[in-house]
C-alpha cells in the first residue's frame, strides 16, 4: 500500500513507503530540499524537525529558508553554536537551557564565571569558526537512561533533572561534529544555513526563573538569513535604545521613579495628560460599544480570593496588606478586577434577555513583581488595565467576541497599530470544566477570527486552566512583537461564585465569562506607544499639542487671545514669552516633538493671522485664527495622526 503526503496547496504525492520531510522536499526538487530546515505538520503550528517520519494522510507545509518561519530553526540552531563555542573555549562550563525569543536567542551557562565584554566578543569569533565548519545536525533517539548517565558522567547535573522531569522513555539529542546537545529540535540541516550570527548582551539568570535556586549565566545572541539583515537588525535596536521610553519620559518630564515607592511610577503633570487622554479616549469607546463603567474596591478580605482560586494560584504575586486575624483571615490589594465584577454580577437577578452584560473598569491594581524584573513602566508593580469583562450566554459568545475583536481593530488602528499576530491558545491538560464546553468556546473563538478572516496560530495546549484564550501581539517601529489584547474564556468564576441567568424555560444557566483587554496595562502601553512613535505623540495624545511664540511683549495681547480661545475649545496650549532666540525656541519645542508652534510677529498681529510650523519643520503662513482652531479641534476630536494642514494623510 503506498503512503500518500498532501502538500500545503492541495497536491497529493504518493511514496512506497512513508518517508521523512526532508525526502518529500527532495521529490519536488533538489532546490528546495538544499534549502528545507522544517515543517509543519496537519493542523500543528508548532514546527517539526524536516528529518520527521511523516504518516500516510498526512499534510505538511515544507519550510524553506525563504520562510520567515526559518528563523526560528537559524535561532535554536544557533544557540547551540553558542553553547558549544562556550564549552570549547571553557570545557568547564556545563550547560542548561538554549530557547528561541523574541528576534533572539539565549543560552544558560551553569558556571561561577562572570562573562566579559572581552569574552562574548572571542565567543562570538569562535561561533563564526564553527560555522565555516559547516557540520551535519544529525538527530539520534536515546534512552531515557542513557541520556541520563552521559550527562551525570559529564557533571551535567541541570541536564540530568531536565530528563528525569521530562519522565519519558527516550529522548531526542542533536550533534554537530564532537559536540551534542538535549534537545526536540527542529534544527537546520548543517550548520552552512545559518548566515550571520551576533552576541548581544550577558547577564545573571537563576535556574527555573527560581531565585531560590542557583544563579547562572545567561548569554543572548541573535542570527539571520544574510549579514545585512543582521546589520538591518542591529540598527534598528540601536535606534529603539535611543528611543528607550524610559531616556523619554526623563527627556519630555513625562513619568519619574523614586526607590521609596519601587516598581510605581509617578506622572508628572505633563505624563498625566496623556495618560487621562488615552482613558478619556478608552471611555468614549466604551459608550460606543456598549459597556458599562464601574468602580470597585481596592481592598478584600481573603475571602473572596479564596472563593476565586487565587490564593492557591496566584498568592505568590498579591499583597497582604493585613495580619491575618484569630479567624485566619487577611486582607489583600486587588491583583485583579474580575472578582469583583463578579460580586457586581451577583447582587442582581438576571434574565436571558439581560444579557450581555459588558462591565469595565479602571480600577489600580497591584502585583508583586520581583526587583530585578521591573522595567520602567512596562513592567511595574502598581498599574491599570483596560480591564472588562463580558458575561454573556452560550449562543452569544461568538458575536460577543466578534465584537470584541472589531473594537479592538478600531482602537488600534487609531494608534496605527495594523501589523498584529493572533495566537489561538487551546485546552491544556490540567483544564477544568467540561470538554464539550471548551470545545463550544475553543469553536467559538477561532470562528470569530475566520469570519472577520484574520489569520492565526494554534498554540495547543496554551490556554489558561479555566478556558481558552486569544492573544494579539502588535509589531513595533523597531520590528518588535508586545503582547497587548487578551479575550479569555473562562468557565470557573462563573461557577465558584455560583452565577446564574434565568432562561427561556424559566431555569437556572451559568453564564460564560470572557475577560477581555485592548490595550492592556495603560502604563506598559504608554512605554510601548511612546517608544513606537518615538515621542511624536498624536495632536489629540500630546501633552502640549500647541505652544505660541511670541517674538516680542508686542504679540503677548494677541497670545493671551489665541490661548483663550483654543481653551475654549479644551485645547491646552502655552505661552512661551522668553527672551530667547526664536531659533532656539523652536529647536527646543521640536525636540520635545510639540505638534503646533505658532509664531507671532507684528505681521500676524495686524492680520490677526497665524504662522503656523509643525514639528516637522513645514511652515504655514496667513492662517486664520478661528479657522485654524476649529479645523484642530476636528483633528483631535476624530484622533487623527496627521496634521490637517497636510495634503497626505501621514504621521507628522
Not at 503512503?3 to 512506497?16: A, M, R, S, T
Not at 487609531?414 to 499576530?421: M, P, T
Request: hydrophobic content about 35%; aromatic content about 12%; some cysteine.
Amino acid at each position: 500500500m503506498s503512503c500518500q503526503i498532501e502538500l500545503f496547496d492541495g497536491n497529493v504525492k504518493d511514496f512506497p513507503v512513508c518517508p521523512t520531510a526532508l525526502e518529500v522536499a527532495q521529490s519536488i526538487s533538489s532546490h528546495l530540499a538544499k534549502k528545507s530546515v522544517a515543517v509543519l505538520l496537519n493542523q500543528d503550528s508548532k514546527l517539526q524537525d524536516i528529518r520527521t517520519k511523516l504518516k500516510s494522510g498526512d499534510k505538511i507545509r515544507i519550510i524553506s529558508l525563504s520562510d520567515k518561519e526559518s528563523l526560528e530553526v537559524i535561532r535554536h540552531s544557533a544557540a547551540h553554536v553558542l553553547a558549544q563555542a562556550v564549552q570549547t573555549i571553557w570545557p568547564e562550563i556545563k550547560i542548561t537551557l538554549g530557547p528561541v525569543i523574541e528576534n533572539s536567542f539565549f543560552y544558560d551557562f551553569d558556571t561561577d564565571k562572570k562573562f566579559t565584554p572581552e569574552d562574548l566578543e572571542i565567543i562570538e569569533k569562535k561561533m563564526k569558526s564553527i560555522l565555516k565548519e559547516k557540520h551535519e545536525l544529525k538527530k539520534e533517539i536515546w534512552s531515557s537512561q542513557k541520556a541520563v548517565n552521559y550527562f551525570e558522567k559529564k557533571g551535567e547535573f541541570l541536564k540530568k533533572e531536565i530528563i528525569e522531569e521530562l519522565n519519558l522513555p527516550e529522548v531526542s539529542i542533536y550533534k554537530q561534529g564532537d559536540w551534542l546537545d538535549l534537545c526536540r529540535g527542529p534544527h537546520v540541516q548543517h550548520l552552512g544555513q545559518i548566515g550571520a550570527v551576533k552576541i548581544l548582551s550577558q547577564s545573571g539568570a537563576y535556574w527555573r526563573g527560581d531565585s531560590s535556586k542557583k544563579q547562572l549565566q545567561r548569554i543572548y545572541g541573535t542570527a539571520f538569513h544574510t549579514e545585512k539583515q543582521l546589520q538591518d537588525f542591529l540598527q534598528k535596536q540601536d535606534l529603539a535604545k535611543k528611543n528607550d521610553h524610559r531616556l523619554l519620559g526623563k527627556k519630555l518630564n513625562l513619568f519619574y521613579f523614586n526607590e521609596l515607592s519601587p516598581g510605581s511610577p509617578f506622572f508628572t503633570a505633563l505624563g498625566t495628560k496623556v495618560y487621562r487622554s488615552l482613558q478619556k479616549f478608552l471611555e468614549k469607546k466604551y459608550i460606543e460599544y456598549g459597556y458599562e463603567e464601574v468602580i470597585t474596591p481596592q481592598i478584600y478580605h481573603s475571602d473572596l480570593f479564596q472563593s476565586s482560586g487565587h490564593l492557591n494560584h496566584y498568592s505568590n504575586n498579591m499583597y497582604q496588606i493585613l495580619e491575618e486575624d484569630q479567624n485566619k483571615k487577611a486582607l489583600f490589594l486587588k491583583p485583579m478586577n474580575c472578582p469583583g465584577h463578579c460580586i457586581l454580577y451577583k447582587k442582581d437577578r438576571w434574565s436571558y434577555k439581560n444579557l450581555p452584560w459588558r462591565v469595565a473598569d479602571f480600577g489600580r491594581l497591584h502585583r508583586k513583581e520581583a526587583t530585578g524584573a521591573l522595567h520602567g513602566l512596562t513592567r511595574v508593580k502598581s498599574f491599570c488595565q483596560d480591564d472588562a469583562h463580558i458575561f454573556c450566554r452560550m449562543d452569544q459568545l461568538l458575536s460577543e467576541i466578534q465584537n470584541a475583536i472589531k473594537m479592538l481593530q478600531n482602537i488600534y488602528q487609531v494608534f496605527g497599530l495594523n501589523d498584529y499576530k493572533i495566537e489561538l491558545s487551546t485546552r491544556p491538560k490540567d483544564f477544568m470544566g467540561e470538554k464539550d464546553l471548551w470545545n463550544q468556546a475553543e469553536k467559538a473563538l477561532s470562528s470569530a477570527l475566520e469570519n472577520l478572516n484574520l489569520n492565526f496560530e494554534i498554540q495547543e495546549g496554551e490556554g489558561a486552566f479555566y478556558g481558552p484564550k486569544l492573544d494579539f501581539s502588535i509589531r513595533d517601529s523597531f520590528d518588535r512583537f508586545w503582547q497587548l489584547g487578551t479575550f479569555q474564556c473562562d468557565f470557573n468564576l462563573p461557577r465558584v461564585f455560583n452565577l446564574n441567568y434565568i432562561n427561556k424555560e424559566d431555569r437556572e444557566e451559568r453564564p460564560v465569562l470572557l475577560h477581555r483587554a485592548i490595550l492592556g496595562s495603560l502604563e506598559r502601553f504608554f512605554g510601548v506607544y511612546l517608544e513606537h512613535c518615538k515621542a511624536r505623540f498624536p495632536t489629540w495624545l500630546a501633552p502640549i499639542p500647541v505652544v505660541i511664540l511670541p517674538l516680542t511683549n508686542k504679540e503677548l495681547d494677541f497670545s493671551l487671545k489665541i490661548k483663550k480661545t483654543l481653551e475654549q475649545k479644551e485645547i491646552f496650549c502655552k505661552i512661551d514669552g522668553r527672551n530667547e532666540k526664536l531659533s532656539y525656541k523652536i529647536r527646543e519645542y521640536q525636540n520635545q516633538q510639540i505638534p503646533y508652534m505658532l509664531i507671532l510677529g507684528q505681521k500676524e498681529v495686524l492680520s490677526q493671522s497665524l504662522s503656523v510650523r509643525l514639528r516637522t519643520g513645514e511652515l504655514f503662513s496667513g492662517q486664520k485664527l478661528e479657522e485654524f482652531v476649529k479645523k484642530l479641534a476636528q483633528e483631535i476630536l476624530s484622533y487623527k495622526r496627521s496634521s490637517f494642514l497636510l495634503k497626505q494623510d501621514k504621521s507628522y
